[in-house]
């Protein structure tokens, strides 16, 4: 079946340092969303690509969705201890189904 | 506005129960999905539902069903209830579903004893 994967599974880095975590499809995605989890928290949807190439940026996130749509990436530069959480990627198949990937686990310390 | 509202916030049943979750979507959005999430993992998709009718179904076993009232409110049932259905059930709702974002909820924080 169609499966999302996530790497990192867990990073922990010091404040002020980057952030990146990659999701890989096997499969062409129609679209891939990002959302965060605060701990105790239910996911928040961040951000939406479609196109294929899309770069999209929110303030230190930056969004990007691979050529091939197969892949897409997030990176937060400078990292805030408000940037703890778990990210999610999420793709759709020409399906009404939205496809969670594993989850990367962010700490950051202050 | 109100957000994706949920009830019970917690419940504790016993195998072989039945459960029923309920959703309130936002204001104005038609579309409602559930969605299982097990302690460590992402969201795994159930159902979801558009205007009364199911637009999609994961791969859930027959005990797990739903439907969509005509306020857009929704339920989620699962029967004959195994110590493997404990997970936290979120809510999500959108405009028309399909590819658009999902709005959550806090979710039901089930435990099966």
């Known amino acids: 079946g169609q499966q999302v994967m996530q790497i990192p599974q867990y990073q922990h880095v010091q404040e002020g340092e980057d952030f990146t975590t990659y999701c890989n499809s096997s499969?062409?995605?129609?679209?891939i969303q990002w959302y965060k989890q605060r701990p105790g928290g239910h996911p928040v949807f961040l951000i939406q690509?479609?196109?294929?190439?899309e770069v999209k940026k929110q303030k230190r996130l930056t969004f990007q969705f691979g050529e091939a749509k197969k892949n897409s990436s997030l990176h937060i530069t400078a990292t805030q201890t408000t940037d703890v959480g778990t990210y999610f990627c999420?793709?759709?198949?020409?399906?009404?189904?939205?496809?969670f990937g594993t989850g990367t686990r962010l700490q950051v310390f202050p | 506005d109100a957000g994706v509202t949920q009830s019970p916030t917690h419940l504790i049943k016993t195998r072989g129960q039945h459960v029923t979750l309920r959703c309130s979507p936002i204001s104005g959005h038609k579309s409602v999905s559930w969605y299982q999430q097990v302690l460590g993992q992402g969201p795994q998709f159930i159902f979801q539902?558009?205007?009364?009718?199911?637009?999609g179904r994961g791969n859930f076993p027959d005990r797990f069903s739903a439907r969509q009232f005509p306020n857009y409110s929704s339920e989620l049932n699962v029967n004959a209830l195994l110590l493997g259905d404990s997970a936290l059930y979120l809510c999500?709702?959108?405009?028309?579903?399909?590819?658009?974002?999902?709005?959550f909820g806090d979710g039901t924080r089930l435990s099966i004893l």
């Open positions: 999500a709702s959108s405009l028309n579903g399909g590819n658009q974002p999902q709005h």
């Open positions: 999420a793709g759709t198949y020409n399906t009404d189904k939205l496809i």
């Open positions: 539902y558009y205007e009364k009718e199911e637009r």
């Open positions: 690509l479609v196109k294929s190439g």
């Open positions: 499969t062409t995605l129609s679209n």
